[in-house]
């Protein structure tokens, strides 16, 4: 059974880093696209960045410049660094484990980060 597992959210002052994990129990994890996804209360979930099999990466325009995604596939891992933080950042921060195949796709289950002063 796959599971994804994140880590890392927490509260934050506007202006602070974090950085997320996404630990998955994937056989073949190096063949996954990883992503980020936030949910702000009463928003949908949207984007925040992406990093394929070959390490290319894509990233929301709004976390241009300070979110950078990046994957260990020895550890089965993607990172999400998070710097310069911003009140707006706020949200539940889910990971999404993508195959190249296409479906099936599978979510973690959540973490929250609060930028607040």
């Known amino acids: 059974q796959v599971q994804l597992v994140e880590s890392g959210g927490g509260l934050v002052q506007p202006g602070g880093s974090l950085r997320l994990s996404c630990a998955a129990s994937?056989?073949?994890?190096?063949?996954?696209?990883m992503g980020w996804y936030r949910q702000a209360p009463g928003k949908q979930r949207e984007l925040v960045a992406t990093?394929?099999?070959?390490?290319?990466?894509n990233s929301a325009d709004s976390v241009k410049g300070r979110f950078t995604i990046s994957r260990d596939n020895a550890k089965n891992t993607v990172y999400l660094q998070m710097n310069t933080l911003k009140v707006e950042d706020t949200a539940v921060y889910y990971c999404?484990?993508?195959?190249?195949?296409?479906?099936?796709?599978?979510w973690g289950q959540g973490t929250q980060v609060t930028v607040s002063s």
């Open positions: 999404k484990a993508a195959p190249p195949w296409g479906t099936p796709e599978y």
């Open positions: 994937i056989s073949v994890f190096s063949l996954y696209t």
């Open positions: 990093i394929t099999r070959d390490h290319s990466t």
